[in-house]
């Protein structure tokens, strides 16, 4: 059975792209473009692992990320968090984010990453 990614950023093409990448690897994707619907998202789909774009319309994913951390529920589930802005590294793991990939991303490296995180979770 193949793990599960719930992918969120308000980019339709990074989505496009993120679900095709991760598909053709072997993963089930899900995705939203809408902060405030990753938690019915995460109760609907449960995700292994989720991608969480920090710079969302009206909504910090840094905040959502310390929400799913904070939450018995979701505490275990891996994020990596994703950025057009560089040097967040900090502030992202201060968040709970679990690691960081700054946009555009080597999608090798990308894969590498959840990969890793999806082990050390398993």
């Known amino acids: 059975m ?3 990614i719930l ?3 308000d980019d339709p093409y990074i989505l496009d792209a993120l679900v095709e990448l991760l598909q053709y690897s072997g ?3 899900n995705t939203t473009p809408k902060g405030d619907e990753v938690f019915n998202k995460i109760d609907e789909y449960k995700p ?3 991608l969480l774009d920090i710079m969302l319309s009206g909504m910090d994913g840094r905040d959502i990320c310390r929400q799913i951390k904070a939450d018995k529920q979701t ?3 891996p994020v990596i968090m994703i950025s057009a802005t560089p040097n967040l590294t900090q502030s992202v793991l201060e968040s709970g984010a679990n690691d960081f990939v700054s946009k555009p991303f080597d999608i090798f490296l990308l894969l ?3 990969e890793q995180q999806l082990l050390k979770a398993s």
């Open 75 to 77: 505490s275990g589930i």
């Open 27 to 29: 993963y089930d994707v």
């Open 7 to 9: 992918a969120v950023d």
């Open 2 to 4: 193949s793990k599960k």
């Open 48 to 50: 292994d692992i989720i």
């Open 112 to 114: 590498d990453k959840i």
